[in-house]
């Protein structure tokens, strides 16, 4: 069953606005003004990578995330589970 917590959620907004981002980046916009840690947007990340939700891109030494679904294609998968 597909389970999406209310920062992953807060994550994948950001990348449908925003387009494809650098974990640095995503923290810088919702990181800082909700004091977390930079570690936990990283791990948030990659849960949503492992859940084919993000797909990303290895661009030198970081990877660069994109979402992987729409937001009807999540919507979809959520009901349909």
Known sequence: ???VGELEAAVLEHLWSHGAAHVKAVHQALGVRRGIKLNTIQSTMERLYRKDLLTR??????YVYQAAVTREQLSTRVIGE
């Open 1 to 3: 069953m597909l389970i």
């Open 57 to 62: 891109e290895k661009v030198s030494h970081a």
